[in-house]
């Protein structure tokens, strides 16, 4: 099944569903590490999309993002996420997806 959240046309980006979406906000080596993983479960369709996105909704999701066990007592904030495997992952929530529609810097998707 292929996860068609994130769908990019042209370099212009749409998101779909406000369920948590887990992103990685600026690392590379993380992102191909899961994408591997991905891979060697059989996932044949996984695949990294990219895009850009102003840096104060990076700055911004970093300084507000709770830890995972925080998750309940905090339930709008985002979700800083597999701490231990690297920095930038976040599970953003309908608020924080919402705010990244407006930050993507269309033209910029791949």
Known sequence: MVNQ????????????GDKML???L?????????????LAQGMSDASIKSFKVSKSFADDIAASSVP????????????????T???????LRATQIEAL???IIQGSGR
């Open 5 to 16: 959240r994130i769908l990019i046309d042209g370099g212009n980006v749409s998101l779909q």
């Open 68 to 83: 995972e066990r925080m998750a309940a007592r905090f339930p709008n904030a985002p979700l800083a996420v597999d701490v």
């Open 22 to 24: 887990f992103v990685s």
């Open 26 to 38: 600026g690392n590379a080596a993380r992102t191909e590490e899961f994408l591997a993983k991905r």
């Open 101 to 103: 529609k407006k930050a």
């Open 85 to 91: 495997k690297g920095a930038g992952q976040f599970g």
